[in-house]
């Protein structure tokens, strides 16, 4: 077999392994979160119900201070969801939390820690009032698929080129 076939292959095969990673990795999952703040209690609590989790997966949420520096102001609360992926958790509001700005997140985790979604949503913490600024997620497999296939093409056309000249 020439060089040359053996290039055209290797390359058919490099182009195609982004969809493969992308079908092989994605499972039509897209977490998303709602807070809900639950009154009545002497502290205040945040009703987390999230929506699109992996079934198989546990989810932490986790309050996060905005404050200059990202810091964990609870630690954080693993729940597993059901089996339509969705899941509800009371997450304790720290008493020094108030008359800021927080980021109330959610992750899922492969077993070997690597992230596979997440999802954030902005929150404005007052004396007397929670409010939501606003909510984003991320299929953490297909944006790493999406930039695969972008970049593996310019990478396999620099390797063929060069493998040409050498040839």
Known sequence: MSIAVRICLTLVVLLLLPTFAAVAGAQDTTLQIDVRPV???????????????????????????????????????????????????????????????????????????????????????????????GAESAPTTLIWAALLALLLPGVVFQGARLALQRA
């Open 39 to 133: 009154s009545g209690s002497n502290q205040p609590t945040l009703s987390v119900t999230g929506v699109g989790a992996q079934a198989d997966r546990p989810v932490q949420v986790q309050l996060i201070a905005e404050a200059g520096v990202l810091t964990p102001l609870t630690p954080a609360v693993q729940v597993d969801p059901d089996g339509n992926g969705e899941f509800t958790v009371a997450l304790p509001v720290p008493a020094g939390a108030a008359d800021e700005h927080h980021t109330l997140r959610a992750e899922q985790r492969a077993t070997d820690g690597r992230l596979l979604q997440s999802a954030r949503m902005s929150l404005d913490v007052g004396a007397d009032s929670i409010s939501a600024a």
